[in-house]
């Protein structure tokens, strides 16, 4: 209830699960990194509103908050796709044509590696090596491997993903 106007506070769900993950860390040293975790988890990306509240919660100043979460290349700033595009780039991929796999990316979809789509469906990042060499030319989608990649199955395959 609000003090001056007794109003009901209406808090955003994401708020209410953001007090959730304050009050399982309240007190414990080293809580930064995984309260960072658990918010990005829950708004999608780490909005700026949200840097000022961990830091207002933690007593962790907000420059040094920034200098974690641009160190580390876990966390995003910015809102991200609905989809994560991740093509390799990596040797066995490079050599299997992994670059014209990106370029098909960037035609199918209109985004380069580092953006995303302007209606959130996508986000397409270039990767060093996804794990799956044998399978090269290699690309995921969020959980989802495809290998042995041809440039003229992309489009298809990323217009599975809503
Ligand atoms: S180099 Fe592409 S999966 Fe390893």
């Given amino acids: 209830m609000c003090q001056c106007c007794n109003a009901a506070e209406t808090k955003t769900k994401e708020a209410l699960e953001l007090e959730k993950v304050f009050n399982k860390f309240a007190g414990k040293k080293g ?6 975790q658990a918010a ?3 708004y999608g990306y780490l909005p700026a509103e949200v840097l000022k509240e961990i ?6 100043p907000l420059s040094k908050i920034y200098g974690v979460v641009t160190f580390y290349a876990q966390f995003h700033l910015k809102p991200r796709g ?4 991740r093509v390799c780039l990596g040797t066995a991929c490079h050599v299997r044509g992994g670059a014209k796999v990106a370029e ?4 199918a979809v209109g985004i380069k590696d580092g953006e995303t789509s302007e209606d959130l469906r996508y986000t397409f990042e270039s990767v060093a090596c996804l794990g799956a060499c ?3 030319p290699v690309m995921m989608v969020n959980d989802d491997t495809h290998g042995r990649l041809t440039p003229d199955m992309v489009a298809g395959l990323l217009e599975q993903y809503k």
């Fill in 31 to 36: 809580a930064l990194i995984p309260v960072l």
């Fill in 40 to 42: 990005q988890e829950i």
């Fill in 55 to 60: 830091s207002a919660n933690l007593q962790i």
């Fill in 82 to 85: 609905r989809n994560i595009i």
């Fill in 104 to 107: 098909a990316v960037t035609k």
């Fill in 134 to 136: 044998g399978l090269a």
